[in-house]
């Protein structure tokens, strides 16, 4: 007898009248006869028949949606269409029993908002089993990448010291209760009293601490949870993401964009050959959503078709410069259809602007470098020009910014000066100006937001929904 999973099956012709045991969910359940099971080892449920006249009335009556079942019987060549084999049943338990009246996730179509507040049960419908499997495989894709090529995984802290990247609002870390924080003689929370003898907070990135890994190990990512409390209710913002970073020594910006295009096109391509069944399902779902918009903001595309585009397509790569003379003379600028409309050099771009670039311009992924020095932070390397970082930003269709890097400032004086200017402690960054003092080099990376990659794979709208238990304004449940 072998216990094994759906997924084996469906793959491996010679169970065909073997015996098995099979364990997983019920998902329907039709004419007392037929079980459609699902395991999570695949999208794909596998039909189970069992044997009506020899199973006691009780048991038919607790075979409802959503309840574990353990089967055993054979495998054997399905008589229905619609599936490939199916289970012939001769013996079946029940495990965990599931009351029809309250079991939230019903055989029918709900709300992506319904299945958010169920979110511990969502990943039993197909959709969010697939976003799940396809972000796992993509995870390990991430892994695999860097480790074929010699990277070094680096745990960066997740409790930081220092804001020094300046991206965004921090979540404070604290060990003082309520109302009982001591104060300084000028009235403030007297943090030097605080467990860490300090004020501390959740990173909003691992970057800096990477540097002094790239500077030692020569090349090395991170893969870690970093946390932004930014108030910005998008369906691209999380207060909770995962970032991966790598960074290089001796690597230059023009280095740094190899790296980004050739590691995304890698885990999308490792996705295409490991993933075929839940993207190909995920691939239906989004073009039956697309049918219910209007033609004009219906994609051109697939999932797929999008996907296998990003892999076999260069990214396009432009100034800051360029960008902003095609944007100022672009026809929603004039027609005065932007809510930013761009006028001059120097303007940050908002997320209308990328899209415009990615998706009526260029019509394919965009590299945006060489970004104004005062729209970007504070180690990005500066030109010769004085007024421009080797800032670099890939941006994506639908998505917008899917990765943001640089190649960093080398020199000592260069970057002392800059964080003099923007008033940023030295004593608080004393250990990051070190590597500029003791053997620097040119050394760059990047930050990709994992789930904003998740989003792009997938076709999942809103980023709530490619994190298991989202992070936003108003919400931790969960
Ligand atoms: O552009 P960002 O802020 O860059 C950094 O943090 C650098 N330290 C990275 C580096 O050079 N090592 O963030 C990088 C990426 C963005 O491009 C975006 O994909 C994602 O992180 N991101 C978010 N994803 C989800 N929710 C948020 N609130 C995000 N903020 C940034
Ligand atoms: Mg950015």
Redesign the pocket.
Known sequence: MMKTNVAEILKNEALILQEVILKGWVRTFRSNRFIALNDGSTIKNIQCVIDFENTSDETIKRINTGAAISVKGTIVESQGRGQSVEVQVTEIEILGDSNPDEYPIQPKKHSFEFLRENAHLRMRTNTFSAVMRVRSKLSFAVHQYFQERDFNYVNTPIITGSDA?G?GEMFRVTTFKDNEAPLTEDGKIDYSKDFFGKETNLT??G?LE?ETFAMSLGKAYTFGPTF?A?N?NTT????E?W?I?P?VAFMDLDGNMDLAEDFIKYVLNYILEHCKDDLAFLDQRLTQEEKSKPQAQRSEMSLLEKLKFVVDNNFKRVTYTEAIDILRNSKPNKKKKFQFPINEWGADLQSEHERFLVEKHFKCPVILFDYPANIK?FYMRLNDDGKTVRAM?VLFPGIG??????QREERYNVLAEKMKALDIPEEELWWYLDLRKFGTAVHS?????F??LVQFATGMSN?RDVIPFPRTPQNAEF
């Open positions: 990247e991206a909003v990135s970057q990477a932004r930014e910005s691209r913002h999380l207060a993401f970032m970073e960074e932070a930003d910014e899917i990765v943001g890097g640089s990376g990047f930050g990709l937001g789930e904003r980023i």
